[in-house]
């Protein structure tokens, strides 16, 4: 008797991930004779097959699945099975296949085989055999039967074989023909989303989005590894802790890897296995060299056939390394061996690494091995190689395990401790380092210890990183003056340093907003990094010409130079580098001012760690205001003020004018959206900001400017709008000369919105207009959206009047696009009341109605008494509901009276 389930794909849960992408490549690799789907455990193969079985199934083809064991390496029972598997999708194939078998002494193979293609080539429609589990299969005559089913399939046969290694088949005559598809792991891993998906929707967890993003880096989109952590996750008290726990020592996750992987393999193998596991990557010539006296290649083989988690890193099938939480989990069994047993692995590791030139991979293993002079000799060596290639964060990690004095002695390593000073934004403990680097390098110099090019190579290193200490330290005009100065004359044979310099030069003209002369030293930087085949370099003259067009207004084309650079990075560096991780972060920026929230907060949490681990100042205050704004356009208020404060004091910390002045602007626009006029004004004096101080206006340095918008902003809460034009026309001006014109329409929306308060209406439109005009082209919503209800009223009032903005046109439909948006946040927000002291709310006109309406006078009586239009009479009552922040008379009543005005309006109507 038969096993009905064998012949059955497993039965599919109601909540699923769906695998669109995977399905359609499922779809097009079933059009030719043998697909392949090959991954290790838990990859979810058999889940795979099941919902695109599911999904063909109702169509004209039909599914014939046999689900194998290891007892079906018996040849009669693998026939008896395959028949029935035929026969149950078509009853007019193999009918008689189970008795024929058991009525024969010799098991007819032929005559089952010639039956079944012969019956299969009269079908129109197609059959797909699908045999899961097929690396049980280990008998020489079954594997010849597959090879023969597959050599003289007819066109209506199509078969799909899901295994977790290789297969004793003869495929490689097949693949030169084309007729094998194949899908591995790297195509059968979860996508960010899809780990999205299935954590949120099948298993049900609230998680944050960095939650989710650090579950997906961990288990490298392995399904079972999340499975795992997701079970655990649901009787967890403190998830992020978890998660940031967890690991291949997990307990679901070490036990799902010795029972269902480990234990399963041969003793020699366990024991390569667990040997080879301290490697983060290696070949053949290096497991010989921590594996002495076995036979490695044969061991590598089994391990690469049966699938254990190995990812193959280059084309050739040289270089491998295990998945990251397999690894874990084998490291985490080393435990029990001796140390000197582990120091030993570790020694010739590095020994082989070191000898063959493979210097920074030598690094970690000679310092697991104790020989500290051993690893300072090997980072000395690749200090500077890795710095231009932006691996930071390894070095710095480097640097902390060695003994300071060895640092101490040796100029490369203290000039590699200033680079990774500098990328922390450390410039006192940077300058500190560089005046040791500068005495020892002289002594050495002096001594004749070091040749006259090394010392001129070091000097100039010592150049580079000085002007980029002054620039880290806000000191920008200083910055290019020095930087300019020494490129005049600096050493066409270092081009790394020289375009370091350049783009020193190139940030410092950017912070003071001259945007042209950034442009010129960071394409000048370009070429001097490709000269000198930097990625990091390159990379960061990307991201500053991305910097410059973003200011300019041109996001799309920021956009085109972004992406670029995050390519190069993932490209040449790998997934997940500092180097993309600090051009990713502003890429969050453009997400989020087009209005796509959930891409920018999933770019953020990818690279949020690493770039508050280890990042310029800008990268990590970048990430901080970006966090603020999410959590603000999320209705977080609350906590988006505190990421603030956070930003503005880091930026006080690291003395980045520019920055802290833009955080500031931040949270005093998030407390004048919640009517919290007080604080705004209080967040600006603790700044030294005194909003309406100003007799005589002064120069308003680029790098302040923020703050003063945010000054701008508290006048125009406090009913000065007039004042608030002056300041916002100031900076406006310096903007609109610049060419910085992001900027400029920011501060126009502001003018508008003052204009618009004040009843200066002429202005409030060509503010409006340039507004619109200036967004559209860049699809900049965002920065619209978040200036909340005073925005939409001044689009309302502006499309109402121009007739442009109502006709069907790109303008219409963007205005049409932000006020639907603006609905979206604003409607239900009252605007804070504008007032410092009652004189100050009301212009006198407006205190007319006021008085009025206390009397409960109707629209036609006001127009009568007054001796107004009735039109007239409209806009003084809606300026005034939108000071008071309320939308009916009554309203308007209960809060002019709240407020203390009832008694003010009654003397100024007897008078």
């Not at 030719?32 to 290790?40: E, Y």
């Not at 210890?449 to 010592?462: C, H, Y």
Request: some cysteine; charged content about 25%.
């Amino acid at each position: 008797m038969l096993i009905e389930t064998k012949l059955q794909p497993p039965h599919l849960r109601d909540a699923l991930v769906q695998r669109p992408r995977l399905l359609r490549t499922l779809d097009a690799a079933t059009a030719g004779k043998l697909t392949v789907v090959t991954s290790p455990a838990g990859f979810g193969k058999s889940t795979l097959l099941s919902q695109w079985a599911a999904g063909i199934s109702g169509g004209i083809a039909q599914v014939a699945w046999l689900s194998i064991d290891r007892l079906d390496n018996d040849l009669a029972r693998f026939l008896k099975y395959l028949a029935a598997a035929f026969h149950r999708v078509d009853p007019d194939i193999a009918g008689n296949a189970e008795s024929l078998i058991d009525s024969s002494p010799v098991t007819p193979v032929d005559s089952i085989l010639t039956a079944i293609i012969n019956q299969l080539s009269r079908r129109a429609a197609p059959i797909y055999l699908v045999l899961d589990d097929a690396h049980l299969i280990v008998s020489g005559e079954i594997a010849a039967c597959i090879n023969m089913l597959v050599a003289y399939a007819p066109p209506a046969l199509r078969i799909v074989l899901a295994t977790r290694g290789e297969l004793p088949l003869e495929l490689a005559h097949m693949k030169m023909k084309g007729h094998v598809v194949s899908l591995g792991d790297s195509d059968l891993r979860f996508s960010l989303e899809e780990t999205e998906d299935y954590l949120a929707n099948v298993c049900g967890l609230d998680l944050a989005v960095s939650a989710m993003v650090a579950l997906h880096h961990k288990t490298e989109g392995w399904p079972a590894g999340l499975q795992l952590a997701a079970l655990a996750l649901a009787h967890e008290g403190s998830r992020e802790a978890f998660i940031a726990e967890f690991s291949g020592s997990q307990r679901d996750v070490a036990m799902f890897l010795t029972h269902d992987v480990l234990a399963r393999q041969a003793p020699e193998i366990q024991d390569f296995l667990l040997r080879t596991s301290i490697l983060d990557r290696f070949c053949l010539g290096l497991v010989e060299a921590v594996c002495p006296g076995r036979d490695c290649a044969a061991a590598l083989a089994t391990i690469e056939h049966s699938n254990l988690f190995l990812i193959a890193l280059d084309s050739t099938g040289q270089w491998f390394r295990y998945h990251h939480l397999f690894s874990e989990f084998l490291r985490n069994r080393l435990d029990g061996w001796a140390p000197e047993t582990f120091r030993d692995l570790h020694r010739s590791a590095a020994a082989w690494l070191a000898a063959r030139g493979y210097i920074s991979d030598a690094v970690d293993h000679a310092l697991a091995s104790g020989d500290a002079d051993h690893a300072a000799r090997l980072v000395e060596e690749c200090a500077m190689p890795l710095t231009m290639q932006g691996h930071i964060p390894k070095l710095t990690e480097w640097l902390n395990q060695l003994p300071a004095d060895l640092i101490a002695a040796r100029p490369r390593l203290l000039l590699a401790r200033v680079w990774a000073q500098f990328h922390m934004s450390r410039p006192r403990q940077a300058v500190r380092i560089l005046k040791q680097a500068k005495t020892l390098i002289g002594q050495l110099a002096e001594r004749g210890e070091i040749d006259r090019a090394t010392t001129r190579s070091l000097k100039a290193e010592l150049q580079t990183l000085t002007a980029g200490v002054i620039s880290a330290t806000d000191r920008s005009r200083t910055a290019t003056r020095v930087a300019s100065r020494w490129l005049a004359d600096f050493p066409e044979d270092e081009p790394f340093a020289r375009g370091t310099l350049a783009n020193i030069c190139a940030f410092s003209h950017y912070s003071l907003g001259e945007l042209d002369a950034a442009r010129l030293r960071s394409l000048a930087a370009r070429d001097h990094h490709a000269a000198a085949n930097s990625v990091f370099g390159i990379v960061y003259c990307d991201l500053l010409l991305g910097l410059v067009e973003i200011s300019a207004g041109n996001l799309a084309e920021a956009h085109q130079l972004l992406d670029r650079a995050c390519r190069l990075a993932r490209e040449r560096l790998g997934s997940g580098s500092y180097t993309e991780a600090m051009t990713a972060i502003f890429h969050v920026e453009l997400a989020y001012e087009w209005n796509d929230l959930q891409g920018a907060e999933r770019i953020l949490h990818q690279h949020r760690q690493i770039i508050e681990e280890c990042g310029l100042v800008v990268h990590e205050m970048a990430c901080k205001l970006h966090l603020a704004r999410l959590s603000a356009a999320h209705g977080r208020h609350d906590e988006a003020i505190v990421f603030l404060e956070r930003a503005e004091r880091l930026g006080i910390e690291k003395r980045y004018r520019r920055l802290t002045a833009a955080a500031l602007n931040e949270r005093v626009r998030l407390l004048l959206s919640r009517g919290d006029v007080r604080a705004a004004r209080l967040a600006l004096r603790s700044r030294g900001i005194e909003p309406s101080a100003e007799s005589r206006p002064a120069p308003i340095h680029p790098l302040d400017e923020y703050a003063h918008i945010g000054a701008a902003r508290v006048l125009i809460a406090e009913g000065h709008p007039a004042k608030a034009i002056a300041v916002l026309d100031r900076i406006a001006e310096r903007m609109r000369r610049d060419g910085r014109l992001r900027g400029f329409m920011q501060v126009r929306a502001l003018v508008a919105i003052a204009a618009h308060s004040a009843g200066e209406t002429l202005l409030a439109l060509a503010a409006a207009v340039d507004v619109v005009t200036l967004a559209l082209p860049q699809n900049a919503l965002r920065s619209l959206i978040d200036e909340g209800l005073p925005m939409r009223e001044v689009l309302e009032f502006a499309r109402s009047r121009i007739p442009a903005w109502s006709r069907n046109s790109s303008t219409a439909t963007f205005v049409d696009t932000l006020l639907r948006e603006l609905g979206k946040t604003a409607p239900e927000r009252t605007r804070p009341i504008a007032i410092v002291g009652k004189k100050q709310m009301l212009s006198s006109k407006e205190t007319d109605v006021a008085a009025l309406l206390l009397r409960a006078y109707t629209n036609r009586q006001l127009a009568e008494t007054l001796s107004m239009a009735p039109d007239t009479v409209k806009w003084h009552l809606k300026n005034i509901f939108g000071k008071l922040g309320v939308s009916s008379r009554t309203e308007a009543v209960l809060k002019l009276k709240e407020i203390g005005l009832d008694a003010a309006t009654e003397r100024q109507l007897a008078g």
